[in-house]
């Protein structure tokens, strides 16, 4: 159901997830890069929450279970935002000195669990009214 908003975030989270695995997480120029799927348990945090982001979007009809793929979602966003944080803290001295600069898409996790949350707020007043409606019959 694409003309629903949370269709809509939802959809913007998976593009943005998706887009991660061809951007590099650190350029060091010269054409060398370290890419996000380098890094294993980065590739299968992104894995995981694409292939849930992309699940989440056709199961319209089950809000109760998009509201709690939406929740699964936004903690694995978190887990995966702050595993790149703590590569940036603890590899930054080594990167900086080889001429490394880490890529703005670091902060694309941030932005989807943002846009995951928003659609879970959708979804949940989706429900509130269905059910209010419910009430009324």
Known sequence: MIQRIQTLFLLVAAVLMTCLFFYPFVDFGNNVSIEYTDIMP??????????????????????????????????ILLALQGYIIYYIVAYNAEIAL???????????????????????????????????????R
């Not at 849930?52 to 936004?74: H, P, T």
């Open 42 to 75: 980065m590739m299968i945090l992104l894995s995981a929450i694409t292939f849930i982001a992309c699940i989440n979007i056709f199961l319209y009809r089950r809000r109760m279970v998009q509201i709690r793929l939406c929740m699964l979602n936004s903690l």
């Open 98 to 136: 080889s001429g490394g600069v880490f890529s703005l898409t670091a902060a694309f996790p941030l932005i989807a669990a943002i846009l995951t949350f928003m659609a879970l707020r959708y979804i949940a007043r989706d429900e509130a009214m269905v059910k209010a409606m419910d009430r009324l």
